[in-house]
């Protein structure tokens, strides 16, 4: 049973699409996450939304707007790509407790050409 | 600001070596902390945690000691397996700043037969 699972696994698409990328969890946590991982392999938070509500943006470009219809799904779209935004991005999950474990899912590589 | 150094890679060892990749921190409260690993082309798998000074987390053989008076949690690994080639990621999380992971750069660790 996939605890994390994000679709699609890869994209590859032109400047100035827009696209999406879905997570869902189905380990009942409360606090989903959205990192990007860039081609040095460095990760850092872009979003994260506790029971629906976003709790943390972190100084991220407006063209990426998350989006978490219910407590197991929490989207990524992302309007008029860039060369820089490929990277690979991984949703997790976990309950907002200190020091919880957070699980996550196999990740999405995106290239824009 | 809150962040995490680990030592530079890549680590190339042989197999039945002894493991050690460091990792320091600097955080303004009391981080939970973690290392996490990604075997390739995969997402990130949690290794082992620990959430208060002095504790030890274990796991696969791995382990590493939450050291508050040093700010480290260091990674050690008595005897490597080809198995262990991956990228290694030390981590801290905050829970007043929303449980966000904060990374280290990554060391990845080859090991040879």
């Known amino acids: 049973d996939t605890a994390v699972s994000q679709t699609p696994k890869y994209l590859v698409t032109q400047m100035g699409n827009d696209k999406s990328i879905k997570c869902e969890q189905n380990?009942?946590?409360?606090?989903m996450y959205w990192y990007k991982q860039d081609s040095k392999k460095f990760l850092k938070i872009m979003f994260s939304?506790?029971?629906?509500?976003?709790?943390i943006n972190e100084t991220v470009p407006n063209r990426f707007s998350p989006k978490s219809p219910d407590k197991a799904h929490l989207n990524l779209h992302i309007n008029s790509l860039e060369l820089g935004d490929s990277a690979v991005y991984f949703c997790?999950?976990?309950?907002?407790?200190?020091?919880?474990?957070?699980?996550f899912g196999p990740g999405t590589r995106l290239l824009v050409l | 600001g809150n962040s995490v150094t680990q030592m530079e890679g890549p680590v190339t060892l042989s197999e039945e070596a002894f493991l050690t990749i460091n990792c320091t921190y600097t955080?303004?409260?009391?981080?939970?902390l973690f290392w996490y690993v990604q075997y390739p082309g995969e997402g990130l798998q949690l290794l082992l945690k620990?959430?208060?000074?002095?504790d030890k987390g274990s796991n696969k053989g791995f382990e590493a000691t939450y050291r508050k008076e040093t700010t480290s949690f260091h990674l050690e690994k008595g005897s490597v397996q080809v198995s262990d080639s991956a990228v290694y990621f030390c981590?801290?999380?905050?829970?007043?700043?929303?449980?966000?992971?904060?990374f280290g750069q990554g060391t990845e660790l080859s090991v040879k037969p």
């Open positions: 997790a999950s976990s309950q907002p407790r200190r020091g919880e474990t957070q699980y």
């Open positions: 380990l009942g946590h409360d606090t």
């Open positions: 939304y506790n029971n629906k509500e976003l709790i």
């Open positions: 955080a303004t409260g009391y981080p939970s």
């Open positions: 620990a959430t208060k000074a002095d």
């Open positions: 981590a801290l999380s905050l829970y007043n700043q929303g449980g966000k992971l904060i």
